[in-house]
C-alpha cells in the first residue's frame, strides 16, 4: 500500500507542482525580491521584465512578491478552513450514523438546509454580522464547510455498520470503539481524505471571492482575491495583474483536485466522483 501511494500520488506533477508552490510561498520572506508593500508611482503598471518579472500594479508594487507573499495567507486559511470542515464532518457524520433515531434525522434535514443555500450567501450573512477580518472569515465559511463531509461520512460509516462482518464483530462482543476503528475509519479514508482535497481547492476559490468582494482579508494585508480585485481596474493595460493571482488559484485547485482523486484510487480504486455520487443515491 504504501509503495502504490508512493508511486500514484507522492511521486506525480501535481505534488511536484504544489510542493514548488507551497516552498515559494513559505521563504516568501527571502526570496521575493521586493516588498510586497513598498510603493512606487513612477514604476506603476509596468510590463513584465527582468527587474519585475510578471510586473508591477497600479501603485508600483512589485506582483511577484505579492504573489508570494499573497499566497502565504490565501493557503493558510484555506488550509485551516479544510482541517476545521474535516474534524467537524467527520465528527458529526459518524455520530449520526451510529446513534441513528431522531438524531440522524435532525442531522439530515439540518444538513439539506445547509446544503440548499449557497456558501457565499452564509458567509456574507455572518460576515455582515461580526465585521471583516481573518477570524470572521475563518468562521464564516467553516459554519457551512462541514455539510459535504458530513453527509458523506455519515452515508458510507452506514453502509459500513450494515456489513455481515460488522455485524459479526458486534455478536463476538466487539465494543463500538473497537468496530469503529477496525471497519468503519478504515472505509471511510479514502473518499473522506480525497474529497477534502476537493474541499480544499473549492474552499480556496470562496475565501479568495470573499476578499474580491473586499469584505474577506484587509488591508494592508493581501491574498490572492484582493490582488484580483485590485487589478480588475486596470485589466486592459495590465492584463499580468489579473493572471498571475488567478493562474495560482486556478492551479493549486486543479493540483489538489487531481492529487484527491489519485489518493482514493491508491486506497480502495475507486474514483472520488463516483464514491461520492454512490453515497449520495444510497442515502
Known sequence: MARKMQRSIFVSWPAAILLLVLLMTLLAPWISPYDPDAQSLADRLQQPSWAHV????????????????G??????????????????????GLLSALRGGWLDELFLRANDLLLALPEIVIALLIIAVMGPGFSTMVLSVGVVAWTPTARLVR????????THHVEASRHAGASRWFVLRHHVLPYLAGPVLAQTALRFGLLLV?????????????????????????????????PWGLVAPGAAIFLVSFCVTLLGNRIT???????????ETEAEAND
Open 54 to 69: 510578471l510586473g508591477t500594479d497600479a501603485l508600483g508594487r512589485d506582483t511577484f512578491s505579492r504573489v508570494l507573499h
Open 71 to 92: 499566497g502565504r495567507f490565501s493557503l493558510s486559511v484555506a488550509f485551516i478552513t479544510t482541517l476545521f470542515s474535516l474534524l467537524v464532518g467527520t465528527v458529526l
Open 155 to 162: 452515508s458510507m460509516a452506514a453502509q459500513a455498520l450494515s
Open 206 to 238: 470562496l475565501l479568495g471571492s470573499l476578499s474580491y468582494l473586499g469584505i474577506g482579508v484587509q488591508p494592508p494585508q493581501s491574498d490572492w482575491g484582493s490582488m484580483l480585485a485590485e487589478a480588475q481596474p486596470h485589466a486592459l493595460r495590465a
Open 265 to 275: 484510487r491508491a486506497l480502495n480504486g475507486q474514483d472520488v466522483l463516483a464514491t
